[in-house]
């Protein structure tokens, strides 16, 4: 295991940041990214990257990683800084007022347009240059801010991998995931070893997300060039939501590490055998079909369903109660779909999103993500 200390852009006097990854394995073309707490405040995954890391350390030893991981525990040192009196902000940057993770740059367009008369008949030969020319873009930028820094150092990391595995989890929600739908079929063992209750696709969801910043580059590439040269499959990207902010335990953490494993196994990253996975919870559905359901009205919010329920269109799911005037406005679902994932807080304000559905009707546009 090999450690490495990136420095960042120190936002103010007095202070100076650094990203820490954890290197395992040889010097091979295959490579798996995995990261942890992007959104300073999502714990889970960083404790399933603290066993994953003595995991990954023991193969090693053994012999055992057919793949280069870079495996990153702590992705966002920025975040972790952040407390206002006593409670942690860890989505947002309250110097800039970002999402932590949106507004990744998008290389491709830049990438085309540098490797236009570079590329060769050789699909190994082309990722080389691909990765290359990431890793050179990355290298070669001046970050203007300690956020911007901390993008650039884990994107120049990320997106020269095969497998990129960001780890998350929501407020109040069963183990789900997002991926592409070019990349679905290699993820869906980590859906079935990890147990993932929905499975959420879309090519683009808005927003510039790290995980769609992964792989944008190659998917444009592919389609500026596939026709001509011999294109490389390209980054797989999935983000796993470890359930909610609460579900932080060393069992459950130790157990969706070795999970991960097991499909890493499985997709041919590291060597050994398993046994058959685990059978489909539920099958892939578009982003676009959730339903995203809203408090018209301030009030004391009261859940009238169970993760993990199925809701039809027209039941109630929750309300919210006004306990000076007594009015109790019901929350009724549209199209109906899998509760996954709901607001933890219990006082809301009027046009607060409370609740999620995995269905298959709603027919969202543009920005598809939690914003």
């Not at 335990?249 to 058959?276: F, H, M, R, T, W």
């Not at 059978?279 to 339903?291: D, R």
């Not at 009261?302 to 993990?308: D, P, S, V, W």
């Not at 929750?318 to 549209?334: F, G, K, R």
């Amino acid at each position: 295991m090999q450690q490495q200390h990136h420095p960042l852009l120190s936002a103010t006097l007095g202070t100076q940041r650094e990203i820490v990854s954890f290197h395992f394995g040889s010097d091979s073309q295959q490579r798996v990214y995995i990261q942890a707490g992007l959104h300073g405040d999502e714990l889970p995954g960083m404790a399933v990257a603290w066993y994953l890391k003595q995991k990954l350390l023991a193969l090693e030893s053994a012999g055992r990683l057919k793949s280069k991981v870079t495996l990153v525990p702590v992705a966002n040192p920025l975040a972790l800084g952040q407390h206002w009196h006593g409670t942690h902000l860890g989505r947002f940057h309250t110097l800039s007022g970002q999402d932590f993770n949106r507004r990744f740059p998008a290389l491709g367009d830049k990438l085309a347009a540098e490797l236009a008369g570079s590329l060769t008949q050789s699909e190994y030969e082309n990722r080389r240059l691909i990765r290359d020319a990431i890793d050179r873009y990355y290298r070669d930028t001046i970050a203007r801010s300690e956020l911007e820094a901390q993008r650039f150092t884990l994107m120049r990391m990320a997106s020269q991998a095969d497998l990129m595995i960001d780890l998350h989890c929501d407020w109040d929600a069963l183990p789900h995931l997002y991926t592409t739908p070019h990349a679905w079929p290699d993820i869906e063992p980590l859906a079935r070893w990890l147990g993932s209750e929905v499975q959420l696709l879309a090519q683009i969801s808005g927003g510039e997300p790290f995980d769609e910043a992964c792989c944008e580059p190659w998917l444009t590439l592919a389609e500026r060039f596939g026709k001509d040269y011999p294109m490389p499959r390209g980054l797989l990207p999935v983000t796993l939501e470890l359930r909610g902010v609460a579900d932080v335990s060393p069992e459950q953490a130790e157990k969706d590490a070795d999970n991960i494993i097991n499909a890493l196994i499985e997709g041919g990253y590291v060597a050994g055998e398993v046994g058959e996975s685990p059978a489909l919870i539920h099958p892939p559905t578009a982003l676009s079909g959730c339903e995203y359901i809203h408090a018209p009205y301030s009030g004391l919010l009261f859940n009238r369903r169970a993760l993990g329920e199925w809701i039809n269109a027209g039941e109630v799911v929750a309300e919210v109660v006004d306990p000076i005037t007594d009015y109790v406005t019901p929350l009724v679902a549209e199209y109906g779909g899998v509760l996954y994932a709901r607001n933890l807080t219990k006082f809301v304000t009027a046009g607060m999103l409370v609740v999620r559905l995995a269905g298959e009707n709603a027919g969202r546009k543009g920005e598809l993500l939690v914003m």
